[in-house]
């Protein structure tokens, strides 16, 4: 056998009759990896996993492969691309493979092997197209984690005039909501994994976290935190309580202005934002990071980031912020529910006294749920500003805690600094995720926040305390919450209407006038994008910008049209769910309509 053949499959060999083995590239833990040759005799990256080494984890609950299942519906310029997937019988071994369109180009790792970067722009482009892919992922409506985003897992297609970032390898990639059992360590470098990732807690700002320290090795020529624990590999258990231990001391910027050509100093604020150690103090999308790297937000400077706490607690700050701004008067579109909400909320909220005199109930708090990327987060702060109340914004991050009582303790804390400012609204982003229905399977210490939050949420609103849940998955709240008295009030946050899609379009590109080219026709970019969400519309922005850059051209309306073809729009039955899920909500007899869901909710 040729020496190049150390793989299980040799050369020549005929996959289901379809692809011919041409080339062994490398063997993996659980996969090897090889490039075959097409009946259409175009080449593609074939990985054969060994269903037998395989960790229970890689598989949903009907046995299917997860790296195959994500892959087969993603479709993104920055992932790589699913061509073909099937299962085959070798030496009486039985195997599943994934066949991907070919890359041509290298990985990342290979590249800065070879040669460092030499500017912050090509950095900047690296990192953003990467950021572009994992802001798709996080935004589908089932989000993916990734959970494996390494200098070896970025590949770099040489293919175009300029080389473009694309992320491959799914073999540690998770859906969102899975439970903490699902979350494999073994087999991943820790140099790039997030500190809460040992504890198997996984989300979107974890990702960006490893974007974080890729961004350092790139700068750096290692990753974060790296000099005391390459030694300490053979021990798993050593080697995570080396990096926790690491982690707690202030991370060092040696000196790099006079090697990158371009650099500025501001780099250095995002850096340390996206690796600080707690995911709530990290950027919060890949969108917010991207604005960083193009100027367009301010980041503030932290003299060291966040230490990991040690102590017996885990307490978590609570930041009370002043709502100021333009209130509904910034989102435009959405006009049946802003009324609703003014009707039913808002006007109760303002005039306590009013309602007093007619007998209305003060309301305790509500749900806003619909499909990811809808802008609830963006809804909710200007709600609070429409009311004029003070604003507390929280996630499940923010106050859930390894420690026992520790959650009870953050979640007490959030209402009595919310009484001290009243009146306050607290904002719980992925409330899901903190108030689990108690009859699942959920943990014994999620079943005592659900406890802890009912009892903090007696009779909050005569306290001058709202509360505001975001969900994507309302019908996953315990339903306790979902009570008179509590979360009462539910509101459905649909896509965006043509008339906010347009507005997206307009406040992205405004933004960007000195490159933006004349003849922009916002209509045209609304319609393209019905059943797109807002996160998916500002994707479709930045891409067009980065793909504008590497050119030195002005982003154009082909331009932003071709960017669009390559993006999803949010799938039909997966809104069909959300009408189920709505009716639901409103009581109503649950069956599937062809018609759009009317935003608002049922008394």
């Not at 085959?88 to 070879?114: P, Q």
């Not at 916002?522 to 994707?539: A, G, P, Q, W």
Request: proline share 4%; hydrophobic share 35%; with cysteine.
């Amino acid at each position: 056998m040729d020496n190049f053949f150390k793989g299980i499959l040799p050369k020549n060999f005929s996959v289901d009759e379809k692809y011919s083995v041409v080339l062994f590239i490398k063997q993996g833990s659980n996969a090897g990896t090889y490039r075959v040759k097409g009946k259409d005799g175009k080449l593609y990256l074939l990985k054969l996993f060994n269903y037998a080494k395989l960790h229970r984890s890689a598989f949903d609950s009907e046995n299917n492969l997860l790296e195959i299942k994500f892959l087969k519906s993603i479709k993104h310029p920055n992932i790589v691309s699913f061509k073909d997937s099937g299962e085959l019988i070798y030496e009486g071994k039985k195997f599943g493979y994934l066949v991907l369109n070919f890359i041509a180009g290298e990985t990342l790792a290979e590249k800065i092997s070879r040669e460092k970067i030499e500017s912050l722009y090509d950095l900047k482009q690296i990192i953003s197209a990467v950021l572009n892919g994992l802001n798709y992922l996080h935004s589908l409506p089932e989000p993916i984690i990734h959970n494996e985003i390494t200098p070896q897992n970025i590949m770099l297609d040489l293919s175009g005039d300029i080389p473009q970032a694309k992320i491959i390898d799914f073999g540690f990639a998770r859906s969102f909501h899975q439970s903490s059992k699902a979350y494999n360590k073994e087999g991943l470098n820790l140099n790039y994994v997030a500190s809460e990732c040992f504890n198997s807690f996984y989300s979107p700002q974890s990702d960006l976290f490893s974007v974080g320290a890729v961004m350092y090795h790139l700068l750096y020529g290692m990753p974060p935190w790296f000099k005391a624990i390459s030694k300490f590999k053979a021990d798993r258990t050593k080697t995570e309580d080396i990096i926790i231990e690491e982690r707690k001391k202030p991370i060092s910027f040696p000196k790099v202005s006079e090697d990158i050509i371009d650099f500025d100093e501001s780099i250095l604020k995002i850096l340390k934002k996206s690796l600080q150690q707690y995911p709530e103090n990290r950027f919060q999308s890949g969108n917010e990071f991207i604005k960083a790297l193009n100027g367009e937000i301010e980041i503030d400077d932290v003299d060291t980031v966040q230490k990991v706490r040690s102590d017996n607690k885990d307490e978590k700050k609570i930041i009370t912020q002043k709502a100021k701004g333009k209130g509904f008067d910034a989102i435009a579109g959405l006009d049946d529910l802003k009324n609703e909400m003014r009707r039913s909320v808002i006007d109760v909220l303002q005039n306590p006294e009013k309602a007093e005199r007619y007998g209305a109930k003060l309301p305790n708090g509500m749900v806003l749920y619909g499909p990811p990327g809808c802008g609830k987060t963006f809804f909710a702060k200007h709600f609070a500003e429409e009311v004029g109340f003070n604003f507390i914004l929280s996630t499940p991050s923010t106050l859930k805690s390894r420690y026992v009582n520790a959650t009870q303790e953050n979640i007490a804390k959030m209402f009595e600094d919310a009484e001290k400012n009243a009146p306050t609204i607290i904002f719980i982003d992925e409330i899901n995720e903190l108030l689990p229905n108690r009859d699942s399977d959920s943990h014994e210490m999620a079943k005592s926040a659900v406890n802890e939050m009912l009892a903090q949420m007696d009779r909050t609103g005569e306290k001058g305390i709202f509360i505001i849940g975001a969900t994507n998955y309302p019908d996953m709240i315990d339903p306790a919450m979902l009570r008179s008295g509590r979360l009462e009030k539910k509101f459905y946050l649909p896509p965006p209407d043509f008339k906010l899609r347009k507005a997206l379009f307009e406040m992205s590109l405004n933004i960007r006038k000195k490159v933006l080219d004349f003849g922009i026709d916002y209509d045209r970019l609304s319609n393209l994008t019905e059943n797109y969400v807002s996160s998916d519309i500002e994707s479709i922005v930045n891409e067009a910008t980065s793909i504008a850059m590497a050119d030195d051209s002005r982003i154009t309306m082909n331009l932003l049209e071709n960017v669009i073809k390559s993006f999803k729009p949010f799938p039909k039955e997966e809104l069909r769910k959300y009408q189920t899920i709505k009716a639901k909500m409103d009581g109503e007899n649950i069956e599937h309509k062809n018609e759009r869901p009317r935003i608002g909710f049922k008394h």
